[in-house]
C-alpha cells in the first residue's frame, strides 16, 4: 500500500503529522511518500517510517513545480493524504496519481479547499489538539489502535563541547507575540545553575543572535550559546541530552516532546489546546486580549505576565531534590 502525504512546511506541523505515518506504516506495511518542503526536509527524509521524500522548494517554485509533478505521477498511490487543507496542498494534492483523496471536513478546510472533489473525514472539534486531529486520517482508514510515536532517530552521541547536565532555553520563535524576554532568560539561567548547578545552554535561530547576546550580558552564569550554529540534526542532539526544555511556541518546542523530554512551554497569543506541547506543561496567563492568535503584538502584555518565578516553580517540578546543592 502506498500513501501519500502532503504536509509541507512548519516544523511543529510537520512533527505533530509523524505519529500518523508511524501508525499507517505498522498497521498497513505502508510505504510512506511525503512531499514537503525544505524547512523539515531533513526531519521527514531520515525518519525510518517514510519511505521516500519529495521536495517541493517553494522558494523556486517554478522549476520546483514540475519536478514534483513529474515525482507524483510516476506512481500510483492507493491514498492521498492532504493533511495541509490550504489552496496549495489541495492543487498539489490533485497533480497525484492516486486512488483516493482525503481531507478535512469542510469546517477545518483553509482557503476554500473543501471545494476540492476529496473524500473527507467526519466533522470532529476544530480547537483540539493538532495531533489529534491527524489521528482521525487513521480512524478513518480503519486504524482503531492508535498508539502516539514519535520514533525520530537519535544518534545519541551528543554534541560536541556540552556539560554532562544541562537544561535547554529554546529563545526563538516564528512570530515575535510567541517570544520571552532576554532578561528573564538570564535570570532563570541564573536561578536554575544557583539552585541545581545545571548550566544552561540557549537554543535558536540566525535571526535570534542578537536576544542571545542579550541573554549572556545579563546572565551572571555559565551559559553555553548555540543560537544559530545547530542544523536541525544538530539540535535533535542538544535536545535528546537535557534534562528539561524551556521554550517559547515553536517548532523545537513539539521537537523537545517527540524526544520525550520535560518540557515547559511560555504561551501567549496562542492556544495551547491546539498546538501546545502534546504533553508537558505549560505556562500561559489569561487576560481579557487573549489568546488572540496575533502573530504581532505591540507590549505582548501576555508573555509579560510571564515571569521567570513562573517558570522556576514548573523546573522544580522535574528536577529532583537531590539535584539542589
Known amino acids: 500500500m502506498d500513501i501519500l502525504f502532503i504536509k509541507l512546511g512548519a516544523l511543529g ?175 532563570l539561567a541564573e536561578t536554575v545553575m544557583k539552585r541545581y548547578n545545571v548550566p544552561a545552554v540557549i537554543t535558536g535561530g540566525p535571526e535570534d543572535r542578537q536576544g542571545a547576546e542579550q541573554i549572556r550580558a545579563a546572565a551572571n552564569c555559565e551559559i553555553v550559546d548555540l543560537v544559530g550554529k545547530t542544523s536541525l540534526k544538530d539540535l535533535i542532539e542538544v535536545l535528546n541530552g537535557s534534562k528539561a526544555v524551556v521554550s517559547c511556541d515553536t517548532g523545537p518546542m513539539h521537537l523537545a516532546v517527540a524526544l520525550g523530554k520535560e518540557v515547559i512551554a511560555l504561551f501567549g497569543p496562542a492556544n495551547p489546546r491546539r498546538t501546545g506541547p502534546f504533553r508537558g506543561r505549560v505556562i500561559q496567563k489569561y487576560l481579557d486580549c487573549s489568546p488572540c492568535n496575533l502573530k504581532r503584538c505591540k507590549d505582548r502584555a501576555c508573555m509579560d505576565a510571564i515571569s521567570a518565578g513562573d517558570v522556576m516553580e514548573r523546573i522544580e517540578e522535574i528536577l529532583p531534590a537531590s539535584s539542589k546543592v
Open 13 to 187: 506541523d510537520v512533527i505533530n503529522t509523524l505519529p500518523l505515518a508511524v501508525n499507517l506504516k505498522k498497521h498497513f506495511n505502508a510505504r510512506i511518500h511525503w512531499l514537503i518542503e525544505p524547512l523539515s526536509y531533513p526531519l521527514v527524509s531520515n525518519h525510518t517510517c517514510v519511505d521516500r521524500t519529495i521536495l517541493f522548494d517553494k522558494y523556486r517554485w517554478r522549476t520546483s513545480l514540475g519536478e514534483v509533478r513529474r515525482q507524483v505521477r510516476k506512481i500510483r498511490y492507493d491514498v492521498t493524504l492532504d493533511l495541509q487543507r490550504i489552496l496549495k496542498s489541495g492543487l498539489l494534492s490533485m497533480m497525484a496519481n492516486t486512488g483516493r483523496r482525503i481531507g478535512f471536513d469542510k469546517k477545518r478546510c483553509k482557503e476554500m479547499t473543501w471545494i476540492f472533489p476529496f473524500e473527507r473525514i467526519p466533522p470532529a472539534d476544530p480547537g483540539k489538539h493538532m495531533l489529534s486531529q491527524y489521528q482521525e486520517f487513521a480512524h478513518y482508514l480503519g486504524v482503531s489502535n492508535f498508539h502516539v510515536r514519535w520514533d525520530i532517530p537519535v544518534a545519541g552521541k551528543g554534541f560536541a563541547d556540552l556539560p554532562a547536565e544541562y537544561i535547554v532555553l529554546n529563545i526563538g520563535a516564528t512570530k515575535s507575540a510567541n517570544k520571552w524576554y532576554p532578561d528573564r532568560f538570564a535570570s
